[in-house]
Nanobody, 118 residues
């Protein structure tokens, strides 16, 4: 089992920045994808950014050039640096770990609220 704990959310003005952190309860080995998703009120959860065990990254078009996902293996932590925030970035942000090897498993954090005021 892996627990994921997010932190770093909050209230920020348009154009501001926040850094989200997702700490895993133990080291992650094998093949996996870690990422951030978000869900705004009345909308479906959507992918924001992911990083693979091979360090490949992927971003939603809506955040490209503004958000950066990084990983610190020594701290078992994934970060999401969010710059030039817009009101439409307001959502609950969730951390996800999708393991594919040595076994298939899927873990979610509890979510952290990000609110961008106009």
């Amino acid at each position: 089992q892996v627990q994921l704990v997010e932190s770093g959310g909050g209230l920020v003005q348009t154009g501001g920045s926040l850094r989200l952190s997702c700490a895993a309860s133990r080291s992650i080995f094998g093949l996996y994808v870690m990422g951030w998703y978000r869900q705004a009120p009345g909308k479906q959860r959507e992918l924001v950014a992911t990083v693979t065990s091979g360090s490949d990254t992927h971003y939603a078009d809506s955040v490209k050039g503004r958000f950066t996902i990084t990983r610190d293996n020594a701290k078992n932590t994934v970060y999401l640096q969010m710059n030039s925030l817009k009101p439409e970035d307001t959502a609950v942000y969730y951390c996800n770990l999708a393991l594919t090897r040595p076994r298939v498993a899927d873990y979610w954090g509890q979510g952290t609220q990000v609110t961008v005021s106009s």
